[in-house]
């Protein structure tokens, strides 16, 4: 079994990762982390979300910092204020047993800006950013980006399903010639591929985790056919086989996610709705009740639902077809998490068992019809 040790990890971070329960490298981490610590390169790694990303490039990074410079020596872009905020998290308790104290910040929209400014004044030596507070920031000119050594891209695909295309190509062209560029993507769609070929090297070391392992070998996948005005009945006969499990629930639409959490309210169960127009601290306070488990499910849009990072998630619910395969594979993902089982329910109408076909042959799993 490989440890971090065998990985080149510092003393100080083992003794970190053991507290924190990490143990077992995975295949990412693995096949990054020693190539990171030991090459100044750019860097592509596909890998499936809840695949361990974070400690991947976390830890190289930390290694390459120099406590003693009080500048921004490393940047890493999340889609998400909440994933900015939990790598930021991440990485500070990676540092528990360090020898001098690496200082980590996190920036993001829908917080105030001056007092991200005013943090800003005091020595970071690693920026989490989302994109577009960062390209807000640079526009201020309230942030030095010129002595950064590298630039982590996570969870890329999801940034260029969000709209920050524009904001990528001015923060990259910032700094272009400056730094390394890791990024970190569970798709690798043409928009992904545009980027790497205008800011990475030709020569930028690939790692690919087996494509068809994109989707968790740990998630079972089923589906039932009903038609529209049938799925409220069916959910809730799924949620009664589920007991206490807790489990999220996506829908296209702000008006669907809405009317599901009605219902489920009016049954009696504990659940909210997440959704694009929500403000930021109605945002925040959803996610606070499901993360500290007052909420049994979350119903919520794809985008609204980018970053949640909940453990023990029973299950996901599809109660509407994803746009895309990639948004299946991002949905899925959020179940199944850190060795435990997961189970991705799809419902469908008669009219997209063509859709279903589709995500089948696109990511090389088997989903079992769910016989009612």
């Known amino acids: 079994?490989?440890?971090?040790?065998?990985?080149s990890v510092s003393d100080t971070y083992l003794k970190a990762l053991e507290e924190l329960g990490i143990v077992n490298p995975t295949e990412i981490q693995i096949k990054a982390i020693?190539?990171?610590i030991a090459k100044r390169t750019d860097f592509i790694g596909q890998a499936q979300t809840g695949t361990g990303k974070t400690a991947a490039f976390g830890l190289p990074i930390l290694h390459a910092i120099d406590p003693d410079d009080s500048h921004i020596q490393?940047?890493?872009?999340?889609?998400?204020?909440?994933?900015?905020?939990?790598?930021?998290?991440?990485?500070?308790?990676?540092?528990?047993?360090?020898?001098?104290?690496?200082?980590?910040?996190?920036?993001?929209?829908?917080?105030?800006?001056?007092?991200?400014?005013?943090?800003?004044?005091?020595?970071?030596?690693?920026?989490?950013?989302?994109?577009?507070?960062?390209?807000?920031?640079?526009?201020?000119?309230a942030i030095d980006l010129s002595y950064i050594k590298t630039i982590v891209l996570d969870e890329a695909d999801e940034m260029l399903s969000m709209g920050f295309k524009k904001d990528l190509d001015t923060i990259l062209s910032f700094t272009a010639g400056k730094r390394y560029t890791w990024l970190f993507?569970?798709?690798m769609p043409s928009s992904i591929k545009a980027i790497i070929k205008s800011y990475m090297s030709p020569d930028a070391m690939r790692v690919v985790i087996?494509?068809?392992?994109?989707?968790?070998?740990?998630?079972?996948?089923?589906?039932?056919?009903?038609?529209?005005?049938?799925?409220?009945?069916?959910?809730?006969?799924?949620?009664?086989?589920?007991?206490?499990?807790?489990?999220?629930?996506?829908?296209?639409?702000?008006?669907?996610t809405q009317s599901v959490a009605k219902r489920l309210i009016a049954r009696n169960i504990n659940a909210d709705s997440l959704h694009g127009d929500m403000l930021q601290k109605e945002r925040d306070k959803v996610m606070r009740a499901f993360k500290n488990s007052k909420l049994q499910i979350l119903v919520a849009t794809d985008l609204a639902a980018r970053g949640i990072d909940v453990k023990e998630l029973?299950?996901?619910?599809?109660?509407s077809l994803p746009e895309s395969t990639e948004y299946y594979t991002h949905r899925s993902g959020r179940t199944g998490r850190?060795?435990?089982?997961?189970?991705?329910?799809?419902?469908?109408?008669?009219?997209?068992?063509?859709?279903?076909?589709?995500?089948?042959?696109?990511?090389?799993?088997?989903?079992?019809?769910n016989h009612r």
């Open 338 to 369: 850190a060795g435990n089982k997961g189970l991705s329910f799809i419902m469908i109408t008669s009219r997209e068992q063509g859709a279903l076909k589709r995500i089948e042959r696109e990511l090389g799993i088997k989903i079992k019809e």
């Open 185 to 187: 993507s569970a798709t």
């Open 74 to 141: 490393a940047l890493i872009l999340s889609p998400t204020r909440e994933l900015g905020q939990q790598i930021a998290k991440q990485l500070f308790k990676f540092t528990k047993y360090g020898p001098k104290k690496i200082f980590i910040e996190s920036v993001y929209g829908g917080a105030r800006i001056d007092q991200q400014i005013s943090a800003l004044r005091r020595p970071t030596h690693i920026l989490v950013a989302t994109p577009g507070r960062l390209v807000d920031l640079l526009e201020k000119k």
């Open 314 to 319: 029973a299950y996901v619910v599809h109660y």
């Open 34 to 36: 020693p190539f990171l």
């Open 1 to 7: 079994m490989t440890t971090f040790a065998d990985l």
């Open 210 to 256: 087996n494509k068809h392992d994109v989707i968790n070998n740990d998630i079972e996948h089923k589906y039932i056919i009903c038609e529209s005005e049938k799925k409220p009945e069916v959910l809730f006969g799924f949620l009664k086989t589920q007991g206490e499990n807790r489990g999220l629930i996506f829908c296209r639409t702000k008006a669907d």
